[in-house]
């Protein structure tokens, strides 16, 4: 997003990518819950969040050869493997019920930065016509 989004709206502009490419990975996680060797993915969300604001590490990477680390990697890109609670026999790491609940829970943190979004726009909206409809 642009410079003066980020000025409008702080940090929620970037927290609605994150919980939209969480709600992805969870809805991944969830279509191969019977694939055999699949291991469940999810967003770092408070770690991606850090590094999209900047507060995150302080020492950029940097490649010397073609083929390694991307250090310009969106940090919703960055995807870590979910620790199995109850691994499977065929290896497959899903647990729907962990899925669907932090699935609900992701849509609830969408919901409210879309709300905050809206009343910021809503506020500016009524700030620029002076309270007239």
Sequence with gaps: MSSINDNLFGLHTQA???WQRRSEVLASNLANADTPGYLARDVDFKKALASASGQGDSLPLATTQAGQINPQAQPSQQLAYRVPSQPTMDGNTVDTQ???ANFAANSVH???SLSFITAQ???L???ITGGQS
Excluded: F, K, P
């Design 16 to 18: 609605l990518d994150m």
């Design 98 to 100: 962990v899925e669907q």
């Design 110 to 112: 969408y919901q409210a």
């Design 121 to 123: 726009i809503h506020m």
């Design 125 to 127: 909206r009524t700030a």
